[in-house]
């Protein structure tokens, strides 16, 4: 079993829908959680982080943490076709841990 | 955060032979990572490099097929040795950032396929 397991999709939604991505994760010391975007050709770029359990938003995006189910979303509100892109969980210890976790990576398509 | 580049940003080489892809940082950073990433796959750990020791390797990579330099805090490299077409992927290199959450931020990638 995987530290951390996310669906590879592909999943298709509509412009403006709200999109759910999800990871779960076996390690109970992960107390860091990110979300990465990447796009064809791209590297990984951070969109954010949260510690242990909660939720946090950044404009169309909310970060959410439940430690107790070892289960992390990220949703996307009004989504664009610019959001089409290849989004990656990952987790750390933190703390000068140093070594990030990633999951598969799902591949997100918005249609216009 | 920091702005990272890569050279090359994409290279075809023939089995055999070693090619070695640089990783400039706009910053000092005090740790740099190389990953790979194969197609439709998520991001492997090769190697952590800390300027003015040696690089640590994760299982399953040793430093003779990817040696990794580390000669200064803005600078790494790191080469693919005796390539085979196995060795065909994307390969990153990322820097720690200055938060508690041991984020990192990555380079553009490197696009390697070996004939």
């Known amino acids: 079993q995987k530290e951390v397991e996310q669906d590879p999709g592909p999943l298709s939604v509509p412009e403006g829908a709200i999109v759910s991505l999800n990871c779960t994760y076996s390690?109970?010391?992960?107390?860091?959680f990110m979300w990465y975007r990447q796009y064809s050709r791209k590297g990984p770029e951070l969109l954010m982080y949260?510690?242990?359990?909660g939720n946090k938003e950044d404009g169309r995006f909310t970060a959410q943490v439940d430690k107790s189910s070892k289960y992390i979303s990220l949703f996307i509100r009004d989504s664009q076709p610019s959001d089409s892109a290849t989004y990656l969980c990952a987790m750390s210890g933190g703390y000068g841990a140093q070594k990030l976790v990633f999951g598969q990576g799902t591949r997100l398509t918005i249609n216009p | 955060s920091a702005v990272i580049s890569q050279k090359p940003s994409r290279d075809i080489c023939q089995r055999g032979t070693s090619l070695t892809i640089q990783c400039q940082v706009d910053?000092?950073?005090?740790?740099m990572f190389w990953y790979r990433q194969q197609p439709g796959q998520s991001l492997t750990l090769i190697a952590t490099?800390?300027?003015?020791?040696?690089?640590?390797?994760e299982s399953g990579f040793v430093i003779d097929k990817f040696p990794i330099s580390r000669p200064n805090l803005t600078f790494s490299t790191l080469t693919v040795s005796n390539m085979s077409p196995e060795d065909s992927s994307i390969y990153l290199c990322?820097?720690?950032?200055?938060?508690?959450?041991?984020?990192?931020?990555f380079g553009p990638g490197t696009r390697l396929t070996v004939t």
């Open positions: 949260t510690y242990s359990s």
């Open positions: 910053s000092q950073v005090t740790m």
């Open positions: 990322s820097v720690d950032g200055t938060g508690d959450a041991d984020e990192q931020y």
């Open positions: 390690n109970s010391a992960f107390q860091y």
């Open positions: 490099a800390n300027q003015g020791s040696e690089a640590t390797y």
